[in-house]
């Protein structure tokens, strides 16, 4: 079975830092390219981080520039999103997805992707 847990989540005061992981199971992460998304309620799903699958090429939305930062450490099958400065307007469940191929010219559609992890709530509050 393909799979991806997302771990890491919890309450954080703003300014504070978390950091996400998403574990693999069934696969190896070594061949897909891994995009982390949040989605609020009443909000649409939102991108909040992409990687190929050589760590050449990354993304980020302006939302989460120079505070967010993805990362993978294939020898454990793992992703990891480091959050840094976290607003109250953070707060979210936060999904990992994988979606198999390098993807270096073009970041896949939410179709495209492969694998969907299950969400971890993330909730910035004083």
């Known amino acids: 079975q393909l799979q991806l847990v997302e771990s890491g989540g919890g309450l954080v005061q703003p300014g504070g830092s978390l950091r996400l992981s998403c574990t693999a199971s069934?696969?190896?992460?070594?061949?897909?390219?891994i995009g982390w998304f949040r989605q609020a309620p009443g909000k649409e799903r939102e991108e909040v981080s992409f990687?190929?699958?050589?760590?050449?090429?990354?993304y980020y939305p302006n939302s989460v520039q120079g505070r967010f930062l993805i990362s993978r450490d294939n020898a454990k099958n793992t992703v990891y999103l480091q959050m840094n400065s976290l607003k109250p307007e953070d707060t979210a469940v936060y999904y990992c997805a994988a979606a198999r191929g390098t993807w270096i010219h073009y970041r896949p559609h939410t179709y495209e992707y492969d694998v969907w992890g299950q969400g971890t709530q993330v909730t910035v509050s004083s």
């Open positions: 990687l190929t699958s050589d760590d050449t090429n990354t």
């Open positions: 069934g696969f190896t992460l070594d061949y897909y390219a």
